[in-house]
């Protein structure tokens, strides 16, 4: 049962934010967290993303994936409109940064990110949404608007206690590296995405 175990306000390049840090205990260094917007209506439904950390999108900003770009687009638009990021410490679908690596090794030699994983011995995707459920029940939630493009995420809170008001989508358009990435996504996964790119939206 994880529970609320620290809590701040942190100024970031997006606006201020409470960030307040999930785990079944004080000691663990990865804990799950919560950003949530100082304005936050939390009588209304709220504006919500669930996402997994990806260090090599958002640290490094790899453009093998969108993740870095989704976080920053995720953290301006609750800045602008409130809503809560439930931040998952869920690297690489959950299989951890050293198979994620040896997955994009795999990758160079022409396997897309599923045949990757699945050639590892690992699942396509492992990711609880699970977790993010309970953040929200202990932040006193009951009512979402959901950013995202993934259905089974939209499956997670349909299937939950947790109302969904409707899904707002949070689309990064696709560049050269990128593009097999997203269409992967969109075949196996079923991501609700459009056929876009860089070049298209300018």
């Not at 950003?35 to 090599?56: G, L, M, Q, Y």
């Not at 995720?74 to 809560?84: D, P």
Request: proline share 3%; with cysteine.
């Amino acid at each position: 049962m994880i529970k609320i175990q620290a809590e701040a306000n942190v100024p970031t390049d997006y606006g201020s934010f409470r960030m307040i840090a999930f785990s079944e205990d004080v000691s663990d260094w990865m804990p799950h967290v919560a950003i949530v917007a100082e304005h936050t209506d939390f009588s209304k439904p709220v504006n919500v993303r669930f996402h997994s950390e990806c260090i090599t999108g958002e640290v490094f900003h790899s453009r093998k994936c969108e993740c870095g770009q989704q976080l920053d687009a995720a953290m301006n638009y609750i800045h602008l409109n409130g809503g809560i990021i439930v931040y998952l410490r869920q690297e690489g679908r959950n299989i951890g940064l050293i198979n994620k690596l040896k997955a994009y090794a795999l990758q160079e030699k022409g396997m897309d990110t599923v045949e990757a994983n699945l050639h590892l011995g690992l699942p396509a995707d492992d990711r609880d949404f699970g977790i993010a459920i309970e953040i929200l029940h202990q932040l006193g939630v009951t009512e979402i608007n959901l950013l995202t493009n993934n259905p089974d995420k939209l499956r997670f809170v349909e299937d939950s206690t947790i109302h969904l008001n409707k899904r707002i989508p949070l689309q990064i358009d696709a560049h050269e590296m990128s593009k097999s990435y997203l269409q992967t996504k969109k075949d196996y996964f079923g991501h609700l995405l459009e056929d876009r790119d860089e070049t298209s939206s300018r």
